[in-house]
């Protein structure tokens, strides 16, 4: 059974940083490329961040270029994203997800997904 965790959502002024895990079980952790999602209230999951399996590889959508960072500790079975420099508009539920394709940009292609954690950015 496949299960992705994450933690570190919270409550943050803005500018304020926070560090979100993601903890997988029941899968090679090392053979996916895993990606951080958000949805905010009324708007479509979107993709932020991804990190191939060989750490090779990272990509950001140009709203958290600059500002977010993906990482991975594939000793842990964690996928991490440091957030820095954070404003209202990055208030969303926070997704970690798992795919098998070395390049992945769509939902579609990520089979698992965690719970989804708050983050809330005050102004």
């Known amino acids: 059974q496949v299960q992705l965790v994450e933690s570190g959502g919270g409550l943050v002024q803005a500018g304020g940083s926070l560090r979100l895990s993601c903890v997988a079980s029941?899968?090679?952790?090392?053979?996916?490329?895993m990606g951080w999602f958000r949805q905010a209230p009324g708007k479509e999951r979107k993709l932020l961040a991804s990190i191939s399996w060989s750490e090779d590889n990272t990509e950001y959508v140009d709203s958290v270029k600059g500002r977010f960072t993906i990482s991975r500790d594939n000793a842990k079975n964690t996928v991490y994203l440091q957030m820095n420099n954070l404003s209202p508009e990055d208030t969303a539920v926070y997704y970690c997800?798992?795919?098998?394709?070395?390049?992945?940009?769509?939902?579609?292609?990520?089979?698992?997904w965690g719970q989804g954690t708050q983050v809330t950015v005050s102004s």
């Open positions: 997800a798992s795919s098998l394709f070395s390049v992945a940009t769509l939902a579609l292609e990520y089979g698992y």
């Open positions: 029941g899968l090679t952790f090392d053979s996916y490329t």
